[in-house]
């Protein structure tokens, strides 16, 4: 069974679409992550929900819109894509809010703007 | 803007060796130091954490040693493999809702 589960894993779009990535997890955990990491590697966390609630929304375009309908489900919208978002997004979830608690993250999706 | 620097950026090592990654933080205000594993195609994984209050933390073939004085903490990965053959990242975070990663470790592991 996969604990951190993401849809699509692949996902190539052209400039000015919207696209949404869906994210689920099995492991009844309160608090879930998207992370972003660009072509370098470099992983930055963009927003974190725990049990429904938007605890952290780092300086991201208002373009990204994350939407949580139940504690095992963080989905992230976007809009109006550009070629700069073009990445690999990371799902994770944690058992409680805190990163001092051990996150699991998902399989990733990689975004291709066009 | 608190920073965490991680070297190298790449990293050849031969099989049975030892593979060493160092970070460095800035702020003394950090309180947990985990280590993520990446291998291709797949999302991080936590491989070991430390906090400040302790010097070193092995787990099998993996050490953090930790120098609070110093601000930096570094991997050791002993008899290394071509399994281990991954990117690493360190992180340091304060609070509940700060953490921020190292620019991430590509290690290549020589058979």
């Known amino acids: 069974d996969t604990a951190v589960s993401q849809t699509p894993k692949y996902l190539v779009t052209q400039m000015g679409n919207d696209k949404s990535i869906k994210c689920e997890q099995n492991?009844?955990?309160?608090?879930m992550y998207w992370y972003k990491q660009d072509s370098k590697k470099f992983l930055k966390i963009m927003f974190s929900y725990n049990n429904k609630e938007l605890i952290i929304n780092e300086t991201v375009p208002n373009r990204f819109s994350p939407k949580s309908p139940d504690k095992a489900h963080l989905n992230l919208h976007i809009n109006s894509l550009e070629l700069g978002d073009s990445a690999v997004y990371f799902c994770?979830?944690?058992?409680?809010?805190?990163?001092?608690?051990?996150?699991?993250f998902g399989p990733g999706t990689r975004l291709t703007v066009l | 803007q608190q920073q965490v620097k991680q070297s190298p950026q790449s990293l050849i090592v031969q099989k049975g060796g030892i593979s060493i990654i160092n970070c460095a933080y800035e702020n003394t205000a950090f309180d947990y130091f985990p280590w993520y594993q990446q291998f291709p195609g797949k999302g991080p994984a936590l491989l070991i954490a430390?906090?400040?209050?302790?010097s070193e933390k092995k787990e099998g073939r993996f050490t953090i040693s930790f120098n609070k004085s110093a601000k930096q903490f570094s991997l050791h990965i002993m008899d290394s493999q071509p399994g281990d053959s991954a990117t690493y990242f360190c992180?340091?975070?304060?609070?509940?809702?700060?953490?921020?990663f190292g620019a991430g470790t590509r290690l290549t592991v020589k058979p």
């Open positions: 994770a979830s944690s058992t409680r809010r805190g990163f001092n608690n051990e996150q699991f």
């Open positions: 992180a340091a975070s304060m609070g509940i809702d700060d953490m921020r």
């Open positions: 492991l009844g955990h309160d608090t």
């Open positions: 430390i906090r400040p209050d302790v």
